[in-house]
């Protein structure tokens, strides 16, 4: 069964739907199920809900692990570095105000960007069909293998 507007292609000996990344990863970051658009994709601040309530997409198996917490400090380190450098050049500043003035900035903006971040990474995620979202089961994951956790 393929969603309106989708064209079917083979994968793994079998049709299905396209998955253009650019689409899924706009609606991961827009917090929203990479396959529909329209279902929530969060269910708490980091949560993942478990399937889309709209179409029903599973999104349990995703495994975002460390990649959107290394992007944010990434994406804000770059930014706020770039900030601080440029606002030390015109207001030469005592070191105590500098700290005053960026580190509540990198915690805002990194609290600010990291549920964006993750959602796209889930919604690149699917679209590659990475970790059990083209249907068949993960190598590491712990349906295949058991829980191997102490």
């Not at 069964?1 to 994968?11: A, D, F, K, L, T």
Request: hydrophobic content about 40%.
């Amino acid at each position: 069964m393929h969603r309106q507007g989708e064209q079917p292609v083979q994968y793994g000996g079998r049709q299905e739907a396209e998955r253009p990344p650019m689409r899924a990863i706009g609606r991961g970051i827009r917090s929203t199920c990479p396959a529909c658009g329209t279902g929530r994709l969060f269910q708490a601040f980091l949560k993942p809900v478990n399937h889309c309530a709209a179409c029903g997409e599973e999104i349990h198996h995703h495994r975002a692990d460390d990649l959107p917490a290394y992007l944010v400090i990434f994406i804000v380190g770059h930014v706020l570095l770039t900030g601080y450098m440029l606002t030390d050049m015109v207001f030469p500043l005592s070191p105590w105000l500098h700290l005053a003035i960026w580190i509540p900035l990198a915690v805002l903006a990194a609290l600010l960007t990291i549920q964006p971040i993750k959602g796209g990474v889930i919604g690149l995620q699917w679209a590659y069909r990475m970790h059990g979202f083209g249907g068949e089961h993960d190598e590491t994951s712990p349906e295949r293998h058991g829980d191997r956790r102490p």
